[in-house]
């Protein structure tokens, strides 16, 4: 069994950045593909960006490429997301999963352990 814990979330002004933390509970955190989603308020949750165990490959979605990026510190055991230049529309409630085969995929439904989630609010 996989935790997750998400924190980092918060109300920050357009244009302006923050990072969100995932930390994950476990001895093998090294060996998981870590993703992180999001959901807007009446939208379906999207892929962001996933990280391989290594750390040394990741994989984004084109709308998101550029502005967010997915990095992880195994020997803290955490993942991060580092939102910058955000907009309106990226607020959402954000979302870190496990992989534990080690994917980097965008399907939600490959991912084995999710966090309740940390919100996000971009005032405009």
């Known amino acids: 069994q996989v935790q997750l814990v998400e924190s980092g979330g918060g109300l920050v002004q357009a244009g302006g950045s923050l990072r969100l933390s995932c930390a994950a509970s476990g001895r093998t955190f090294s060996s998981y593909a870590m993703g992180w989603f999001r959901q807007a308020p009446r939208k379906e949750r999207e892929f962001v960006g996933a990280i391989s165990g290594s750390g040394r490959s990741t994989y984004y979605p084109d709308s998101i490429k550029g502005r967010f990026t997915v990095s992880r510190d195994n020997a803290k055991n955490t993942v991060y997301l580092q939102l910058n230049t955000l907009k309106s529309e990226d607020t959402a409630v954000y979302y870190c999963?496990?992989?534990?085969?080690?994917?980097?995929?965008?399907?939600?439904?490959?991912?084995?352990?999710w966090g309740q989630g940390t919100l996000v609010t971009v005032s405009s």
């Open positions: 999963a496990a992989n534990v085969r080690g994917l980097i995929v965008p399907r939600e439904a490959l991912y084995d352990y």
